[in-house]
């Protein structure tokens, strides 16, 4: 159950929030790997609300089924390209920054993916999911609770 509506205590941070992530849509990156690293960003931080959010995003983008499944794995998993994997990386060492400073050779295969404008915006897309996961996991905001007002029903994942 919900802890509390954290959107109604501060709609002006949220409000800036929703902003960003417009200009996140409006990024150079691939809107498909900006779900993947949403979702596995999300499954780091067990945050069970976006990590169902985002899978029904990924799904409803086109993106097949299967890799969803694969993210948690995707170091062992074909299915994803040297990019994705670079990304992957990142998003894991960015969000787990707590336990250890980015390495370079992370770093180094980040910019062998991504220029400088797409590394920074990855990690801008890092740095707003990890701050959604914080809320929604910290005020246990329901999985699903969201779909009809964000047509996340269309994914059929139920």
């Not at 979702?39 to 990924?58: I, P, R, T, W």
């Not at 960015?94 to 390495?103: D, F, K």
């Not at 929604?136 to 999985?143: D, I, K, L, R, S």
Request: aromatic share 10%.
């Amino acid at each position: 159950m919900q802890r509390l509506n954290y959107f109604s205590h501060f709609k002006p941070g949220f409000d800036l929030l929703m902003d960003l992530e417009r200009t996140i849509k409006s990024s150079s990156l691939d809107h498909g790997l900006i779900h993947l690293v949403k979702l596995y960003a999300s499954q780091l931080n067990g945050c069970a609300f976006c990590v169902d959010m985002h899978a029904k995003e990924a799904k409803i983008l086109g993106e097949r089924e299967l890799r969803i499944y694969h993210l948690p794995v995707w170091k062992e998993s074909n299915l994803f390209t040297d990019r994705e994997k670079a990304a992957f990386r990142w998003t894991k060492e960015v969000t787990e920054l707590s336990q250890a400073s980015i390495s370079d050779e992370s770093f180094q295969a980040a910019k062998s993916h991504f220029d400088d404008k797409e590394l920074t915006e990855l990690t801008m897309v890092i740095g707003v999911i990890n701050v959604w996961n914080r809320f929604a996991a910290t005020f246990h905001t329901e999985p699903g609770s969201m779909d009809k007002a964000m047509g996340l029903e269309r994914a059929s994942l139920a």
